[in-house]
């Protein structure tokens, strides 16, 4: 997803993008730091759920969440977008709760399908891989060993992260299949 542009038609009529510059992945129903690890049930059933579509949820009772949904019917996963670079009409988006924000995203954008409703993913030219950094989640120390997973992915030359400054790897084409 990374260099992919996020955009949201809004019901104000007005056309919201940012380029994805910083994802986490969250995967699988024993993932520790995942919604998922409690089953297909409440805001998470949405992540055992048909691919492509949207995963909203409100976190902190007052800022919403994008997530992409992954993998196959029946088996949960999803990706977080973390960080946008503003395209068209959007503040910046640096952190997860900024990036709806700044694309006026909410939970009616939850469960729609990414690739024919008013939230969708535009095709934009690929990031190179000696540009893509790779390392742990944030903010998930709670999910124990599951923290350390390196499944957080950014553009190493973005200055919209929302944390830079963080050492990670230089991605390595082989780890992702």
């Not at 055992?48 to 949960?76: R, W």
């Not at 992915?153 to 990670?168: I, K, T």
Request: proline share 7%; net charge negative.
């Amino acid at each position: 997803m990374l260099g992919q542009v996020l955009v949201h038609l809004a019901d104000d009529g007005v056309r919201r993008a940012g380029r994805i510059v910083e994802t986490e992945a969250y995967v699988g129903p024993d993932d520790a730091a995942s919604h998922a690890r409690r089953g297909p049930r409440g805001r998470a059933a949405v992540m055992y759920g048909t691919p492509g579509v949207a995963y909203v949820y409100l976190i902190y009772g007052m800022h919403f969440c994008f997530n992409a949904v992954t993998e196959s019917d029946g088996y949960p996963g999803a990706v977080l977008v973390r960080a946008i670079e503003p395209l068209e009409n959007a503040d910046r988006g640096a952190g997860p709760a900024l990036v709806c924000k700044a694309l006026h995203i909410d939970r009616g954008c939850n469960g729609v399908d990414l690739t024919g409703s008013h939230v969708f993913l535009e095709p934009a030219p690929d990031i190179a891989d000696d540009n893509v950094r790779v390392g742990p989640r944030i903010g998930v120390d709670y999910a124990g060993a599951w923290a350390a997973h390196p499944w957080r992915f950014w553009v190493a030359d973005s200055p919209h992260l929302s944390r830079r400054g963080v050492s990670g790897t230089t991605l390595d084409p082989a780890m992702l299949g």
